[in-house]
């Protein structure tokens, strides 16, 4: 009888321990399942403070500088760039420049390859060197994206590889006059259809120029001397048409 009475109270506190086990399963699986719906919130929360605040950056952006939406969301994309934008134009970089040449050459050089990586090559310090020396016209924009893909490949100072490569324009008329006679000479076809008021062999020659002088020439001096070489006056030109 004795026996049998503590048969019964084994298993009993055998069930009660496994009731206990149980309930603490139960427990920690409710709390597991409150914790992670609490990241998920955060996670959530925080997503949406972020899109928030590009949206405000991205709007901040647009009515100071005068950009529009699509060119102030691709800067605000993510916050690496736009971090990026705002430095260059603490450093002295023309917000409008800076703004085209981002939206168009770096971000072509970001797609070729790891965009972080390529934002720590060209820093702001080098990319508005290099826009700066573009809007004074001491480099053309060919110039200007040769370098630039030199430094996102390198990482190297601008500076030195414009010196290395030699790179400057060629700003002498007297270096480019003989350029352009000798394309005026080659090309007589074009000369006279230019002469007769049209307008679209002079885009063909001022190519011509820009590429025997391996693209350091300024495209609008090359023009100005075309039309020089040749007597084309503008309102002559217009008139004809």
């Known amino acids: ?38 990241i998920q919130k955060r996670i959530l929360l925080k997503q949406k403070v972020k899109l928030l605040r590009a949206k405000a950056r991205c709007k901040r952006l647009a009515e100071t500088y005068g950009f529009s939406k699509t060119r102030a969301s691709i800067i605000c994309d993510e916050k690496q760039r736009a971090d990026f934008f705002e430095s260059c134009v603490k450093l002295g970089g023309n917000p409008t420049d800076i703004a085209h040449w981002m939206t168009s050459e770096l971000q ?55 010196r290395e490569q030699k790179l ?12 352009i006679d000798s394309i005026i000479k080659s090309n007589p076809k074009e000369v006279e259809k230019l002469k007769n ?18 693209q350091k020439a300024d495209p609008q001096r090359v023009k100005t001397l075309l039309k020089n070489q040749l007597n084309i006056n503008l309102i002559y030109i217009l008139f004809l048409c």
Do not use: H
């Open 1 to 38: 009888m004795w026996y049998n009475n503590k048969a019964v109270a084994k298993k009993g506190s055998e069930r009660s321990l496994k009731i206990e086990q149980q309930e603490r399963s139960t427990k920690l699986k409710n709390s597991m399942c409150i914790g992670s719906r609490t």
């Open 108 to 162: 072509k050089l970001q797609k070729k390859g790891d965009s972080g990586n390529i934002l720590k090559k060209i820093t702001p310090e080098y990319f508005v060197f290099i826009i700066n020396l573009f809007s004074a016209r001491k480099i053309n924009s060919s110039i200007a994206k040769q370098i630039l893909q030199s430094v996102a490949e390198t990482g190297k100072n601008p500076e030195i590889i414009l």
């Open 168 to 179: 400057e324009i060629i700003t002498k008329d007297e270096e480019l006059i003989p350029v």
């Open 197 to 214: 008021g049209d307008m679209a062999p002079l885009e063909f020659l001022t190519g011509l120029v820009m590429k025997k002088t391996s």
